[in-house]
């Protein structure tokens, strides 16, 4: 087993740092403010070749796999974890149709993904709530040359950016009642609705998609009828909780950055606070979680390289990555003393942004869930 980055690796890291303090940091107020991702980026972010980092080059992507996206998510996400969102919601819809479009959806669809020309979103997630991912409700009937949808999807990463939009919708009954079809947003029927004021990330726009009788031509649907729980639970395992957990590691390391900065400019008694050792246990502790993180998340996109399902690793690199954001946010915070409560001061918007990663992708215990199965089925006897 091997614990090293690749030269490539070392130095595509060292340029989407410097991309995003060069391109992405100016923006971060702005998007703050205004809770809405700047789309000022997306031809940026395309040519620097991130918005096809996993898709093949027959199809317009560099195809450098599942290590170089975690790489680009979390050093964009130590910037604006907001924006990391935003790569996430375009990367599960990428991933859904090069993993299980046909020919010619992947041919139609990918090369406008990959060149900025239109963003992505896997929209799953209805009011009625998106654990229960077998609960949907939206339907889609066959009528004549199209399918027409109807319903109503909520907290869809991308909503109102996104031009391709891979959507879970019921053709029958039960789990294996559910498709995903490829629906565009000019296509009749279809509409936004409510765009969201988050609490944090609000570097991503985040929104509801309203489908009334919205007509999908027959060839959108993706594989058969009846696949779409696999093909979105496989999407979500092995694309959405990497990309979350990407997210959260991004927080981890600004958070020991910034608490860190902070330790040693601030004085107290005449010395930096940096010199008190609750302060450097703060600090150990940060690390350590972030070290933690770090090292299941990129086992996790490493088994993912290597053709694995990685579900179980891709879930715990999740949780983990999410839990540790939201201490390592906290304990940063505290260092801060009052001035983490302060707007403008960057450790009040990351705890925000950390709380933020808990429930994207699914909740922590929807994770524990899968978890405890896997512990019950294959570590216990
Ligand atoms: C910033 C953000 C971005 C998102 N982006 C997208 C996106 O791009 N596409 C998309 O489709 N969705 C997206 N989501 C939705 C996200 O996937 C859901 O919020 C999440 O799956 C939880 O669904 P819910 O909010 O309806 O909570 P619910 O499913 O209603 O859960 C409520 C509570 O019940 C608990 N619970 C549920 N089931 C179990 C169980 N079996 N055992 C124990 N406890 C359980 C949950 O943990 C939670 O505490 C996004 C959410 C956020 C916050």
Do not use: W
């Not at 989407?16 to 992405?24: H, K, Q, T």
């Not at 991308?158 to 009642?177: C, P, V």
């Not at 330790?263 to 933690?292: C, H, K, N, T, V």
């Amino acid at each position: 087993m091997e614990f090293g980055f690749t030269e490539r690796e070392e130095l595509l890291r060292k340029s989407i740092a410097e991309f995003a303090e060069r391109e992405i940091a100016p923006l971060v107020e702005k998007m703050e403010t205004e809770g809405e991702f700047d789309p000022c980026l997306i031809p940026k972010l395309a040519q620097m070749g991130i918005l096809g980092i996993i898709t093949p080059p027959e199809y317009g992507g560099t195809g450098m796999g599942h290590v170089a996206k975690t790489i680009v998510i979390e050093e964009i996400a130590k910037v604006c974890p907001g924006v990391g969102l935003t790569l996430e919601g375009h990367f599960v819809c990428t991933y859904l149709i090069q993993t299980f479009g046909t020919q010619e959806q992947k041919s139609r669809y990918l090369p406008l993904l990959t060149s900025g020309e239109a963003l992505g979103s896997l929209s799953v997630t209805e009011p009625t709530g998106g654990s229960d991912v077998a609960g949907i409700q939206t339907r889609a009937a066959k009528r004549g040359n199209c399918y027409v949808l109807t319903g109503r999807k909520c907290f869809i990463s991308n909503s109102h950016l996104a031009k391709i939009h891979a959507t879970l919708a019921r053709t029958g009954e039960g789990s294996k009642g559910l498709s995903t079809f490829i629906l565009e947003n000019t296509f009749p029927g279809f509409s936004l609705g409510r765009k969201e004021r988050k609490m944090g990330l609000r570097g991503a726009t985040t929104g509801e998609i309203v489908l009334q009788e919205c007509k999908v031509p027959l060839d959108n649907l993706v594989g058969k009828e009846g696949e779409g729980m696999k093909q979105v639970l496989a999407t979500i395992n092995q694309a959405g909780r990497p990309g979350m957990a990407a997210v959260a590691l991004g927080i981890c390391y600004a958070s020991l950055v910034h608490g860190a900065r902070f330790a040693r400019e601030r004085e107290l008694y005449g010395r930096p606070i940096s010199d008190l050792q609750a302060i450097q246990f703060l600090l150990a502790d940060i690390y350590a979680q972030a070290e933690g993180a770090k090292l299941l998340l990129y086992r996790a996109a490493s088994l993912l390289d290597h053709g694995e399902d990685a579900d179980v690793e891709a879930t715990l690199a999740k949780y983990m990555a999410c839990e540790a954001a939201f201490k390592c946010a906290r304990q940063a915070a505290e260092i801060h003393g009052g001035y983490s409560a302060i707007k403008g001061y960057t450790m009040e918007r990351l705890l925000r942004d950390a709380y933020v990663t808990i429930p994207s992708t699914g909740t922590a215990q929807v994770a524990k869930v899968v978890l405890g199965r896997h512990v019950m089925k294959h570590l216990h006897n």
